[in-house]
């Protein structure tokens, strides 16, 4: 029973299997049988019918027939071959001959795919052809209509092509022998080969239009605009020649030569109406023109230059000439006061070296000059760095002398502070006798001394001759740290004596009461009286902080208010 079972559903399977086979197959033979259909019906016999419009001879002849032969194949023999395999498929596919069945459709599908293709390639070609002969009507009366402009031009302006004229002339006539040939060709049938000259013939009328808008004004520049700028250079040339300027340098006669010989060839390719290379050559041409202008206007300066300033120059030189004398003869006089360094010597002897050496070189700028046999340029740089190394000598020389007067100055400024810190010792004196400060510690003693002695000690450097202030400024500055040093520590001590009085007096109420601000009290006056201020006030202030915490800062308050 189930092996019964078992074939029963096996049975069933297949004939689902080929159900639905055979239903995927007949739908392919639909499609397919549709597509063939579709084919069939298209107009191709229509619109292969139009070529009969056109002359039928030559390329179109030829081509027609090429297409209808090529779609009587199509109707005849592809497309009854592809009906009878839609048979076979479909009687395959009743057999349950499935991979068959798929192997034809799969041929019917390649036949139309091909079929397909051919008919939309023979469609383009026939669109092209009687587009073509539509284009060529309609564009080759535009182009007759530009070859005639352009002949109206040639003959109406024929001087201003020069001898370019010829060469047009039979271009045009070559245009027009291409109309004659396009009209036969036209006549033939040859619409395509006609498309080509068409083509053809808009290429060499646009070119031939855009040599003839532009050779006029290439001639112009050849034959008369850059020869006058060429024959102004050269007038330019003789005439600067003539007043003393010497210019073989920039050679522009050979430049002048070149640039005619190039015209002159220029002149020679238009007359072929070959205007690339002469555009380009041009453009060279005005760029030498322009740097010969520019070579003698820089001449012209350059003379200018050197007729303003060689005696502003020169005035200069004597100027720091004699100033350089001067600060000679003022560096000997400072030699007898004050100390100089190497450095600031030998620093006067290489201006003054670099001076000589530079009014030298422009001797002998002068004496080029006089002998004229250099160009004015040439002799615009050199001088142009002659003035320059003269600026830099003027400043490092004023510097210098700078340097030297400042060496007074410092001296001055120096006795000056000497005086002030005197003046501030004298305070430092008044301060203590006006507070009546019982007497001085040790310690006061010694920076009151080091103090005295620091200020001598700049007093004794600024009488040696030769005065030398960078140990005047040293001590000079160490003396002033010790003074100011000192004047802080004598305010901070009278505030500390006075302090500790006001606190041990305060101090009293609490000494016959409690024995330790007794003995702690009796200890700090005994510092006190030995001039331990400093020690005293802590002795003091320490011991009240424990009674009665911020006593300190109460006392400096009602003294504050006192005050």
């Keep these: 029973m189930e092996y019964l079972i078992g074939i029963f559903i096996i049975i069933i399977g297949v004939s689902i299997f080929g159900f639905y086979s055979r239903k995927k197959i007949y739908q392919e033979v639909d499609r397919l049988e549709l597509w063939k259909i579709e084919i069939t019906n298209r107009p191709v016999t229509d619109e292969i019918s139009k070529v009969k419009e056109l002359n039928m001879t030559g390329e179109a ?12 194949e ?11 395999y839609l048979f076979d498929a479909e009687e395959f596919a009743d057999k349950y001959r499935f991979k068959k069945a798929k192997k034809v459709l799969q041929q019917i599908e390649d036949i139309l795919n091909s079929t397909d293709s051919s008919i939309n390639r023979i469609l383009k070609e026939l669109n092209e052809l009687i587009g073509s002969e539509e284009k060529n009507r309609v564009e080759v009366e535009e182009l007759k209509q530009s070859y005639r402009e352009l002949k109206k031009v040639l003959l109406a302006h024929r001087h201003t092509f020069g001898q370019a004229e010829l060469q047009l002339e039979l271009r045009l006539d070559a245009i027009n022998e291409m109309f004659k040939e396009f009209e036969t060709s036209t006549q033939q049938g040859n619409y395509l080969q006609a ?8 290429d060499l009328l646009t070119d031939l239009k855009e040599k003839m808008e532009q050779i006029p004004l290439l001639l112009t520049e050849c034959q008369s605009i850059l020869p006058k700028k060429l024959d102004e250079i050269a007038d330019g040339h003789d005439e600067m020649k003539s007043q003393g300027y010497i210019l073989d340098h920039i050679q522009v006669e050979k430049e002048i030569e070149n640039a005619r010989a190039r015209l002159n060839y220029f002149i020679e390719l238009l007359e072929k109406i070959e205007i690339d ?5 041009l453009e060279e041409v005005k760029e030498s023109i322009e ?3 520019d070579l003698l206007e820089k001449e012209v300066e350059a003379h200018r230059f050197v007729q303003t300033e060689l005696a502003e120059i020169e005035s200069n030189f004597q100027t720091l000439l004699e100033e350089s004398n001067d600060s000679g003869y003022e560096t000997q006089l400072v030699q007898q006061s004050y100390r100089l360094t190497d450095q600031d010597l030998d620093s006067h002897r290489q201006i003054v070296k670099k001076l000589t050496l530079l009014f030298k070189q422009f001797v002998m700028i002068q004496d080029k000059l006089s002998e004229e046999h250099v160009a004015y340029s040439i002799v615009k740089v050199e001088l142009e760095e002659v003035y320059s190394s003269l600026q830099e000598l003027k400043e490092k020389h ?12 410092d001296e001055l400024a120096a006795r000056e502070k000497v005086v002030g810190m005197q003046r501030k010792l004298n305070e430092i004196k008044r301060l203590l006798l006006k507070n009546n400060i019982p007497g001085l510690p040790e310690s006061f003693h010694e920076i009151l001394k080091e103090t005295r002695t620091g200020v001598e000690e700049v007093l004794i450097k600024l009488e040696e001759k030769p005065l030398n202030m960078p140990a005047v400024n040293e001590s000079l500055s160490t003396a002033e740290e010790l003074v100011e040093k000192t004047y802080a520590q004598t305010e901070e001590m009278i505030e500390q004596v006075f302090l500790a009085e006001r606190i041990i007096q305060y101090g009293n109420r609490y000494r016959s009461r409690y024995q330790k601000v007794a003995t702690s009290l009796n200890e700090a006056e005994q510092l006190f009286r030995s001039y331990e201020y400093q020690q005293a006030l802590e002795q003091a202030a320490t011991t009240l902080e424990e009674f009665e915490p911020g006593v300190l800062k109460k006392i400096e308050e009602l003294i504050a208010a006192e005050s």
């Design 61 to 72: 002849e030829e081509l027609f027939e090429q297409w209808r032969k090529e779609w009587d």
């Design 74 to 84: 199509i109707v005849t023999l592809q497309l009854p071959n592809v009906e009878e």
């Design 195 to 202: 498309r080509e000259m068409v083509m053809n013939m808009k």
């Design 277 to 281: 290379e002469v555009k380009q050559g």
């Design 291 to 293: 740097t010969m202008y």
């Design 398 to 409: 004023f510097e210098y002398c700078e340097m030297i007067q400042a060496l007074r100055k």
